[in-house]
């Protein structure tokens, strides 16, 4: 059922959509203006993705994705890479630590095999732990591409048809979305970026069909509730018509 709440300025009522997708851009531009380390935005990134994930589930989202870890950004250097690293491990150990008070579902979206088999252990806790909970599903993209998302699906249906389990007419597009790691996940209605870039950076290509994009200029470190409510009004004022007239 679609969740409304009051719009603050004219009481007009505001759609929450189901589901928000985040691309979590403009730490390392954050840092830079402080003269700070790049490790420094990402751990200010760390804190505005935990107040973006308290806040989801006070106004009723039901399912949260953010971009954490691209399968580009392992170009970076060891140093912020693992920075990066430490900051999601810590994360997870606290949120395993605090599951019974927060009700937050986890699930991972991208090749967790790359990562440390420690961070494997934690996500896979983290899944395992949280299943029972239904008020925010996070969808953290970890060591995801869209691009390779689509080549995994092609592939592991291509081994299906090649064992004879089914045939190339038995593709369609929901049977493809669900080789997909976002399968039984309903498609972002809308796919927030912030930092003032315009691209979608391989996120989300096959989900984002009929995503509204809402582009802000602040940086990922200052996002808080005030720019999620600012995205989401923006959202209501879009005439989303799904190729229809
Ligand atoms: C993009 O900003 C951000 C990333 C590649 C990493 C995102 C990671 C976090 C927010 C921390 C992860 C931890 C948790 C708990 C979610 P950028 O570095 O590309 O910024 P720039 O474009 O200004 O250089």
């Known amino acids: 059922m679609a969740f409304f709440r009051k719009n603050k300025k004219n009481e007009a009522p505001v759609n929450v959509p189901e589901h928000i997708a985040i691309i979590m851009d403009g730490n390392g531009r954050w840092a830079k203006k ?4 790049r490790t420094a935005g990402h751990r200010a990134g760390a804190e505005a993705f935990r107040r973006i994930a308290n806040y989801s589930r006070s ?3 039901k399912y949260l994705t953010v971009y954490a870890f691209s399968t580009e950004n392992w170009k970076r250097s060891e140093e912020e890479v ?3 690293m430490k900051l999601l491990g810590r994360y997870l150990e606290e ?3 605090d599951m019974e008070k927060n009700h937050v579902r986890f699930c991972f979206f991208g090749d967790l095999s790359r990562l ?3 961070l494997q252990t934690l996500c896979r806790d983290a899944q395992e732990r949280s299943r029972c909970y239904d008020e925010v599903q996070v969808n953290f993209c970890l060591n995801y591409g869209g691009r390779d998302e689509l080549v995994r699906a092609a592939r592991t249906f291509a081994a299906q048809v090649a064992e004879g389990k089914c045939g190339p007419e038995d593709l369609t597009e929901e049977a493809f979305s669900n080789y997909l790691y976002s399968a039984g996940v309903p498609d ?3 796919i927030i970026r912030p930092s003032g870039e315009m691209r979608t950076s391989n996120f989300l290509l096959w989900q984002s069909a009929y995503s509204e994009y809402v582009f802000m200029d602040v940086l990922w470190p200052d996002f808080g509730p005030e720019q999620l409510d600012a995205a989401i009004e923006e959202y209501n ?4 018509r799904f190729g229809g007239t």
Do not use: Y
């Open 116 to 118: 440390s088999p420690e």
């Open 82 to 84: 693992s920075g990066i």
């Open 59 to 61: 106004i009723g989202l």
């Open 188 to 190: 972002p209605e809308l």
């Open 237 to 240: 004022r879009r005439n989303r």
């Open 95 to 97: 949120a395993l630590a």
């Open 34 to 37: 402080r003269g700070l380390p």
